[in-house]
């Protein structure tokens, strides 16, 4: 019988995505085509491991490093044998039937049996007689375990097995064994003469850089593989005489050079470059550069500052690019005191001298040439000193980069050496001297393991103070464990059912949203058939609000791409036999429907608060104003207070209170959601709420209908609010402390919709 081909084409472009851009063809094709579309023709792939360098799964449309370890949810992978393709799972054939007796799986196909066998899958994969379960008996072998446990699954949420029901856990962290590796710290020095528009371009003419590696530190090895022979150089335009150095590179181009070279260092062990504010100014000229040679980066970045930056050189080799400044929040001059280093510094350097026209010369720089004018007072007093001295001295802007800019990295390395150095004193623990393990480790290696400061005291603080199961992962749906749905249509939908006298099935329903094949809908009433859609303007590119096609919304996609897939769907729930109904922005018409939904625990989330009680004030003669500023408050109330650990215990409540004392509070250690009514007069208000259209204005009011009409503030000695006590209150999502902090100055609370309540 000849085999029947049914195809489906694939495309993928020429960005990298592992995401096909176009696909055509039936769900139930044997045989795929695919295409790479370089941007201007269409070339034929035989392998999607040569497209991606690794296995690609076309279901899944990702890569997976072995089958064996592909997802067990994709429908493209058999279980039994381990293959992934269109022709998976294998379908039962020919009447085989056979239980396996080594790994007590069954099979209904002899190819797929036989496959299990010659391929390994049956030593590495076991089925549980008990659950039925199929395992991996590598991965079930790791980290202590020593195989299956019915009713756990590996979680990819903590990376670790537990039973789905009790929830996720922040893991403790065991110490690394570290390979050997280098850190370089460097510095870069550039001219500012070269203009575009009314801005200076920065063109580096002296770079330095200084190598060594953790056993070098603790005692130097001239023949180190790691760090090689020359542990300073330099990257110049010009030479010099006065300043030692390991290796002088005169160069046309500095940074062409110095990029060149540290990737050539980066051989068979990975490298990590240090520079001081690097991450708004060395790291960016350096990834400039490295763009053009043919690299693309991976960088972790906020807005325009970076903190780190990958680079893979070879096979195996990284070099990585990281911001001192995030470990050491200090200038280059003060960490010599700070530390304590013997290294001499360099405080001052004409930077408008330097420049192409004083190379070789002897000139005299004045103080606008160090930026004199946009110093602090107490550096400009030291500086005047300084000059004073200094200002008949002629200045040899040759000799003098090569001084300066090598004193920088000396500073640096330094730091980071001392640095290091005592953060692995801080961090080592003997036997049985943490929280959550006996083993005894050297200290935390920060230059290794962390970028930030904070990423370093959190490792710190996993290592050797995290107990096992202490600090709970909230899971992404909340804790009531529903989808995401706007609150313009949990709203509509409230106004719905009291307009219609109808029960609307939703997210915050028992079964959540009602599911239509493959699509879920915002609303759906049972009685009627009839399924409910809010589309929202910004996601679902509202013609009127997006007219052209190609703009793009804040999913990623165009209004147009957007449209088009709002039409599928709504085509396919209509051919199911459901009526639908779509409202767009009815804003509002809803503003007295109460938020009583699951509890985000963002919403406990204010940030810092400013609200000053007087704008103007004059003093009286002999009267001086002065200020009290509460430092490190946040670290010390983590410290000192009660604090949530584990997973709370879920209460839906619904229930109307009058509560206006804490004691009449009995959760001791909650998170609540309720309706609270301000006193009407108070100094300082206690509980915030946020108004505007998108609550982009947090505010303290003792009002909140006052404040939703005035979002703006303003001022009135004679207003008195008209409100009745339930206009002037507002939903409430806030901690037991709070509450009952807030109790005490006058505040009640008539309505508990849901707490979560910890031990």
């Known amino acids: 019988m000849q085999a029947s081909f049914v195809f489906k084409v694939f495309i993928f472009d020429c960005l990298g995505h592992y995401k096909p851009c176009f696909k055509y063809g039936p769900e139930n094709y044997n045989s795929p085509l695919l295409l790479y579309f370089d941007g201007s023709h269409f070339n034929g792939v035989t392998s999607t491991g040569g497209l991606f360098g690794q296995p690609y799964c076309l279901e899944c449309e990702t890569v997976y490093e072995r089958p064996q370890r592909h997802s067990a949810s994709c429908r493209a992978h058999c279980l039994n044998c381990s293959r992934v393709g269109p022709l998976f799972p294998c379908p039962p054939r020919d009447n085989f039937s056979k239980k396996c007796g080594g790994c007590s799986k069954s099979f209904n196909n002899e190819d797929c049996f036989k496959n299990h066998l010659d391929s390994g899958v049956c030593r590495r994969s076991k089925k549980c007689e008990k659950c039925g379960v199929i395992w991996d008996t590598t991965v079930n072998s790791k980290n202590g375990r020593s195989g299956h446990v019915c009713n756990e699954r590996y979680c ?43 801005k200076r371009n920065h063109q580096a003419n002296f770079i330095a850089a200084r190598v060594t590696c953790p056993k070098c530190i603790e005692e130097e090895d001239e023949q180190c593989k790691v760090c090689g022979t020359n542990r300073l150089v330099t990257f110049s335009e010009r030479p010099f005489s006065k300043t030692r150095v390991d290796l002088q590179k005169v160069t046309e181009d500095p940074i062409v050079s110095f990029v060149k070279w540290i990737i050539e260092l980066t051989n068979e062990y990975d490298t990590i470059a240090f520079s001081h504010f690097g991450g708004r100014f060395d790291m960016v000229i350096v990834f400039r550069e490295l763009f053009l040679l043919g690299f693309t980066p991976e960088m972790l970045k906020r807005g325009n500052k970076m903190y780190e930056m990958k680079v893979k050189v070879g096979k195996k080799s990284m070099l990585i690019f990281r911001d001192s400044f995030n470990l050491m929040p200090m200038s280059l001059a003060s960490l010599v005191p700070a530390f304590a280093l013997e290294v001499e510094d360099k405080p001052f350097f004409p930077h408008l ?46 000799e003098e980069l090569a001084s300066y800019c090598t004193n920088d990295v000396e500073i640096l390395l330094a730091a980071l050496i001392a640095f290091r150095r005592e953060f692995l004193d801080v961090t080592k623990r003997g036997p049985c001297q943490r929280a959550a393990s006996n083993k005894a480790h050297n200290g935390i290696d920060v230059l290794r393991e962390s970028m930030t400061i904070a990423s370093a005291c959190m490792n710190h603080f996993k290592t050797n103070h995290l107990k096992e199961n202490h600090l709970a992962l909230v899971p992404e749906k909340g804790y009531d464990n529903v989808d995401n749905q706007s609150r313009l249509a949990l ?51 509202c013609e009127r609000c997006y007219s052209e096609d190609n703009a793009v919304l804040p999913n990623g996609l165009t209004a147009g791409k957007q449209r088009e897939k709002d039409a599928r769907r709504l085509e396919y729930i209509r051919s199911q036999g459901v009526c639908w109904t779509k409202i767009v ?20 989330f204010f940030g810092g608060r400013t609200g000053p009680l007087s704008l103007f004030y004059k003093p009286a003669e002999g009267e001086k104003i002065s ?27 619904n229930q109307d209170v009058r509560w206006s004392r804490s004691e009449d509070n009995n959760f001791e250690l909650a998170i609540l959601k309720v309706f609270v009514i301000p006193p009407r007069s108070i100094d300082i208000p206690v509980l915030p709420m946020k108004v505007g259209e998108d609550d982009e204005r947090l505010l303290f009011p003792l009002c909140s209908l ?24 507002w939903v409430s999502t806030c901690t037991s402390l709070e509450l009952n902090a807030a109790l005490e100055e006058g505040y009640v ?9 910890y031990d």
């Open 156 to 198: 990819s949420i903590c990376n670790g097995y537990h039973d789905p029901k009790r929830g996720c856990f922040i893991k403790p962290l065991e110490s690394k064994v570290q390979k050997p590796y280098r850190f370089v710290a460097f510095d870069l020095e550039t001219m500012q003469h070269v203009s575009s528009g009314n």
């Open 491 to 541: 709203k509509f939908m409230k106004w719905y059912e009291e307009e219609h006298g109808v029960k609307i099935q939703t997210a915050h329903s028992d079964g959540g949203e009602k599911k239509v094949g493959n699509y879920k809908l915002d609303g759906w009433i049972e009685e009627e058939k009839l399924g409910i859609e809010v589309n929202g303007c910004v996601w679902h590119g």
């Open 749 to 757: 609370v008539t309505k508990v919709f849901r707490v979560l309540e």
């Open 706 to 729: 006052c404040a939703t009409e005035n979002p703006e503030g303003g001022v009135n000695e004679n207003y008195s609010c008209p409100h009745s006590d339930q206009q002037r209150g």
């Open 585 to 604: 922005k009815m804003r509002s018409s809803f503003k007295k429907y109460l938020d009583d939904g699951p509890i985000d625990l963002r919403a406990c």
């Open 353 to 398: 001298i330097n420049q192409p026209k004083n190379y070789g010369k002897e000139v005299f720089p004045v103080p606008s040439d160090y930026f004199a004018d946009g110093m602090m007072p107490e550096k400009r007093k030291e500086f005047d000193q300084w000059y004073s001295e200094h200002k008949q001295q002629p200045f040899f802007l040759d």
């Open 627 to 653: 200020y009290y500023d509460v430092t490190s408050l946040y670290p010390f109330i983590n410290v000192s207070t009660k604090y949530p650990v584990g997973h709370p215990k879920v209460h839906i409540l």
